[in-house]
């Protein structure tokens, strides 16, 4: 399964990706440093910078297939710390641009992440734009802690396939019989145990990161990327449902 991740941050979405057994094989990052940390960790890998400027064309003129489009869009605009302009706004309204590539590359999935505020600050347009393009839909909230992390960030994830590939049973039933439906793991306890750690210790959430060179970079980096244990969740049931 070939991967687009787009607004790829340092890579969170393609390592929890690539350890449920995919390949990326494009990435799309505007900032520069974390083209450079993605350079790092995926060298060889294509990087294109703004996602205004990528098409289809130029994908298969460079040689890349996609059978799954993944990425975090951006949530400054939809969080409830920020603007509330939601998804007219500049920054969350390039939404646009995702659903203008699945509309023209035609993935065989595409994954969504986004903070929990989508849900009334654009999710029917989200799910709208989807259907428009003849893309079904399934989501719900995954908090980090629920997969081991040691802070809460409380995120939708949206999973979206062609009309009629599959329903339901093939997709959510298989992650169900792992562990449990994505709603059961966000058990209250585990949430509290993991508050509860990163009140001992809120910096090593950033392993350290002051004082280092680019430490300023390397903290917004971290703190707009996601849990990879959630997308390798994502990804095992979505490697099982076409098995």
């Given at each position: 399964?070939?991967?687009?991740?787009?607004?790829?941050?340092?890579?969170?979405?393609?390592?929890?990706?690539?350890?449920?057994?995919?390949?990326?094989?494009?990435?799309?990052?505007?900032?520069?440093?974390?083209?450079?940390?993605?350079?790092?960790?995926?060298?060889?890998?294509?990087?294109?910078?703004?996602?205004?400027?990528?098409?289809?064309?130029?994908?298969?003129?460079?040689?890349?297939?996609?059978?799954?489009i993944?990425?975090?869009?951006?949530?400054?605009?939809?969080?409830?710390?920020?603007?509330?302009?939601?998804?007219?706004?500049?920054?969350?309204?390039l939404?646009?641009?995702?659903?203008?590539?699945?509309?023209?590359?035609?993935?065989?999935?595409?994954?969504?992440?986004?903070?929990?505020?989508?849900?009334?600050?654009?999710?029917?347009?989200?799910?709208?734009?989807?259907?428009?393009?003849?893309?079904?839909?399934?989501?719900?909230?995954?908090?980090?802690?629920?997969v081991?992390?040691?802070?809460?960030?409380?995120?939708?994830?949206?999973?979206?396939?062609?009309?009629?590939?599959?329903?339901?049973?093939?997709?959510?039933?298989s992650?169900?019989?792992?562990?449990g439906?994505?709603?059961?793991?966000?058990?209250?306890?585990?949430?509290?145990?993991?508050?509860?750690?990163?009140?001992?210790?809120?910096?090593?959430?950033?392993?350290?990161?002051?004082?280092?060179?680019?430490?300023?970079?390397?903290n917004?980096?971290?703190?707009?990327?996601?849990?990879?244990?959630?997308p390798?969740?994502?990804?095992?049931?979505?490697?099982?449902?076409?098995?």
């Open positions: 399964m070939r991967v687009l991740d787009l607004f790829s941050g340092i890579g969170g979405f393609s390592l929890g990706l690539e350890r449920a057994g995919m390949k990326t094989v494009a990435f799309c990052e505007i900032e520069p440093y974390c083209q450079a940390v993605l350079l790092k960790h995926w060298p060889g890998v294509p990087i294109y910078g703004d996602v205004r400027e990528l098409t289809a064309d130029r994908l298969v003129a460079d040689g890349i297939g996609v059978d799954v993944c990425g975090g869009f951006p949530c400054q605009d939809i969080s409830f710390a920020g603007s509330g302009l939601g998804l007219a706004g500049a920054r969350s309204g939404w646009s641009e995702f659903a203008r590539l699945i509309g023209e590359l035609r993935p065989r999935y595409a994954i969504l992440e986004n903070v929990s505020a989508l849900l009334v600050r654009g999710m029917g347009r989200v799910l709208g734009d989807l259907a428009g393009i003849g893309y079904d839909a399934e989501w719900s909230i995954v908090s980090a802690c629920s081991g992390a040691p802070h809460v960030r409380r995120r939708v994830f949206i999973v979206a396939y062609p009309d009629g590939q599959h329903g339901r049973k093939g997709l959510w039933d992650l169900a019989r792992e562990g439906a994505l709603q059961s793991i966000n058990g209250e306890p585990r949430q509290r145990a993991c508050w509860r750690s990163r009140l001992e210790n809120p910096s090593a959430l950033y392993r350290g990161a002051n004082g280092l060179p680019n430490g300023m970079d390397r917004r980096a971290v703190g707009n990327s996601i849990t990879p244990a959630i390798e969740m994502i990804g095992r049931a979505i490697m099982r449902a076409v098995a």
